[in-house]
């Protein structure tokens, strides 16, 4: 079974602080994706990577950055936290356009 | 960019009715639609998916329709169950450029027992 594991259940930072979350996939999957997810607003693309070193903005970048080393790896930083970023994130992994993403079991971030 | 409108949020069904989700999407050039079924404090979920070269799909309770030419597609569930209760979301992707998957803003289903 193809698992896609996020470092934390539950973060709780202080605004300014900068945060890491971490996702690792074990299926070498070439395309990965951090979204954002909200009541209300469903799932909202943070940023993705194809390949190693490789990323793309998706529909809500600011505020936020990643980093791909390695393929099996992708994380998302939150340069100086805010309060506005409290929210669930989710990280998924696919092989290409037509097959099934895979989901992490997702953080609960707060930032207080 | 693609969008993708799903209705209703929310929804509320007896046990053992059926139950139907609508997505629109925007971006003719889309091809794959998977709907996803996440459960309170979990990720989600791959229940089902379509391409674009069918109409339908099924899988036991769970089927899928695809409406290329008015950009929808529906999922349903029959006989519904308690266990049935939960998040679904649409999402609809393309085969070339970039991989995303564009999602609805989910419909919470609650099966009253």
């Known amino acids: 079974d193809v698992k896609v594991t996020q470092s934390s259940r539950y973060l709780v930072k202080r605004t300014g602080e900068k945060v890491f979350l971490e996702c690792v996939q074990d299926?070498?999957?070439?395309?990965m994706f951090w979204y954002r997810q909200d009541p209300g607003l469903g799932l909202r693309l943070i940023y993705f990577?194809?390949?190693?070193?490789?990323?793309e903005k998706g529909d809500i970048p600011e505020g936020y950055s990643v980093s791909r080393e390695k393929k099996e790896r992708f994380s998302l930083i939150l340069e100086s936290a805010s309060t506005n970023q409290t929210s669930m994130y989710l990280c998924?992994?696919?092989?290409?356009?037509?097959?099934?993403?895979?989901f992490g079991q997702g953080t609960r971030l707060t930032v207080v | 960019g693609e969008n993708v409108e799903q209705h209703p949020s929310t929804l509320s069904v007896q046990e053992g009715d059926s139950a139907v989700i609508k997505c629109t999407y925007s971006?003719?050039?889309?091809?794959?639609f998977p709907w996803y079924k996440q459960e309170l404090g979990k990720g989600p979920q791959l229940i089902i998916d379509?391409?674009?070269?069918?109409g339908e799909k099924k899988d036991q309770r769970i089927a899928v329709t695809l409406n290329k030419t008015a950009k929808h597609f529906s999922l349903h569930i029959t006989e519904t169950q308690p266990e049935d209760s939960a998040v679904y979301f649409c999402?609809?992707?393309?085969?070339?450029?970039?991989?995303?998957?564009?999602f609805g803003k989910g419909t919470k289903l609650s099966v009253i027992p």
């Open positions: 998924a992994s696919r092989v290409g356009g037509v097959t099934e993403a895979f």
């Open positions: 299926m070498d999957h070439e395309n």
């Open positions: 990577s194809y390949d190693v070193k490789m990323k």
């Open positions: 971006d003719s050039a889309s091809n794959y």
């Open positions: 379509i391409r674009s070269n069918v």
């Open positions: 999402a609809a992707s393309k085969r070339a450029g970039s991989y995303q998957l564009t």
